[in-house]
Structures are given as C-alpha cells and as structure tokens.
C-alpha cells in the first residue's frame, strides 16, 4: 500500500495565493465572461470604492458557473460575496432596496447591511435604542438631524447617530451605504454625540509591531460602545499578531485584494467582500495584488464582556 501524504498549513496558503493569482489571470483572458481588468491608470480614473459597487463577480459574470459563490457560513464565522446579496426594499425607508450582510440570525450583535438609495429616497429611523453608523461608499446623501440641520455626506464620509436620535437621510440620485447599527449598551451618566467625518480628516495611529496604516472614524472615550476602523495595507504587507480575541467584528473590504485566515480556514477576498467574525476565532490578514487593501471594520469596544 502507498503511504499517506500529509499536507501542512503553509501548503494550502500558498496554494490559495496560487489559485487566487489564477482566478486573476483567467479573468483577464475572459474567463467566466467577466470584463478584462483595468490597468492601472484607469483604476486610478475611478471614483474611489468602484469595485464595491461595480465587483468583478456581479451575477452578471457568472452566466458560465450557475451555482457558484464564494459565500461561506460557519458557526464562528462568514464570508457574504457580491454574487451572493439578496437586496429587497429596506423596511422603513423609501426608495431604497438593502441586503442585510449581518445579523444576530448569525450570532452577531449587530446588523450590517448595504443600502441602495434611489432617486428622492429617504431613510427610516432605526429601533428604539438602536444606534447606527452610516459610511457613503457610492454618491451624495443628506442627513438632517435632530437640531433640522443638514449635512451633505459625499464618498468616504460617515456619521454616527445616537440611539432614540430623530434625523433622516435623503438622496436625490442613486448613492450606495454600509449601514451598522446595534443596541446601544448604556453607561450611567454618559452619552454619545452625532458625529460626522471624513476617512481622510482623521489622523493616523501608531500601531506598535504592525506595519498598516490605522484610523479610527469614532471617539475611543468610555460612551462609545463600537469604533470603526479604516485600516490599508501596501502589497505584501500582512498581520503581525494572529488574534484571538472576545471582540467581534463585521469587515467590508473597501478596496485591493488579499487572504484572509478565519479559523482554520482560508479565503481569497476582494474588494466587495465582508465577513463576519465571532468572539475568539482566530484570523489573520495578507495583502495581495498590486495597489492599496483598505477594510472597514467594525469592533466592539469599552464594556466589560459580562
């Protein structure tokens, strides 16, 4: 009898990063009547976060592979790919349809969903008690809030919304949001403020042993019960720590390519993919290709896990 063959670990990251710069290269000759990519200079002539909104695998593309999705669903973890999204019209607000990416049904905390506001849209109020976070990823929208003043949020803006706050978003045109929202975990004597930024006003953090780039969208002060971060990685660049941690996390990869480990396991991922991941799974980051990897990345932050 033959004897048994054991692969390790290592074998199958470098044939996932084989099979990943494959899949690259079939796309450019046609493959899965997919458009070729384009070069460098006319990725730069994009509106920024395109691929998000316009992925590489749409449904369209995928005429030649009925069934096929990257999508996976495990008990400590999942990856929701564009081809997989379900939109239907999102309760409450009008003219809009959402795909729901996360939520509790899971084992989350919290929800988070793509919203695709269409022409004179306007958005819901979220549950009592619920508060939300809104990052504009395609177009113009306006926030009004409680005070009746109005905020114009273009591309790479966001706004945190307090729990029980009135506003509303409207939009005149098409425009695309990742929308987080969960149940505010109230501190005695200590309140959030509306907040509205852009990525590119907040600073850069030190990330001591880590070589990314980091930035937080929200206040690290005790009131705050979630942050958002922007984090980028040039090609080549990876995690340092492998974590394992009681944080959990909702992950929209905004732009570039890479690997990420989740468990045991190990996923190509693209611009337009999320992922969510539970309490204590292990996980880990490669950036691959040629340009920028940017995520966004929610966590749970300042309570006490009891």
């Not at 990943?20 to 730069?44: H, K, R, W, Y």
């Not at 396991?265 to 940017?294: C, E, H, K, N």
């Amino acid at each position: 009898m033959g004897s048994l063959v054991v692969f390790s670990p290592l074998f199958f990251f470098v044939l996932a990063i084989q099979m990943s710069s494959l899949m690259v290269s079939l796309s450019q000759e046609g493959f899965c009547s997919a458009p070729p990519i384009l070069n460098a200079a006319d990725s730069t002539a994009q509106p920024l976060y395109w691929k998000v909104t316009n992925p590489t695998l749409s449904p369209s593309h995928l005429q030649d592979l009925p069934g096929f999705t990257r999508s996976v669903y495990k008990r400590d973890h999942a990856l929701i790919t564009p081809e997989s999204h379900v939109f239907s019209p999102l309760p409450d607000w009008t003219n809009t349809l959402g795909a729901f990416l996360i939520t509790p049904a899971m084992g989350s905390h919290f929800v988070m969903y793509l919203a695709k506001m269409q022409e004179n849209s306007k958005s819901g109020l979220p549950l009592r008690d619920v508060e939300r976070f809104v990052f504009v990823l395609h177009g113009t929208v306006f926030l009004t809030d409680v005070s009746g003043v109005t905020h114009s949020l273009n591309v790479d803006s966001f706004a945190y919304i307090p729990p029980n706050s009135t506003h509303h978003i409207k939009c005149d045109a098409s425009s695309t949001l990742v929308v987080f929202e969960r149940r505010y975990s109230y501190l005695e004597s200590h309140y959030t403020d509306l907040i509205i930024g852009s990525t590119d006003k907040q600073p850069l953090l030190e990330t001591p042993g880590e070589v990314f780039e980091l930035r937080k969208l929200l206040p690290t002060s005790l009131p705050y019960d979630f942050n958002i971060h922007i984090m980028d990685f040039k090609p080549g660049e990876f995690l340092n720590v492998k974590e394992v941690h009681y944080n959990q996390h909702g992950l929209l990869l905004l732009e570039g390519q890479g690997i990420y480990r989740l468990g045991d396991s190990w996923y190509p991922v693209q611009a337009g993919d999320s992922i969510w991941m539970a309490p204590f799974v292990p996980q880990w980051y490669a950036a691959l290709g040629t340009s920028r990897s940017r995520y966004l990345l929610y966590k749970d932050v300042n309570r006490n896990p009891l």
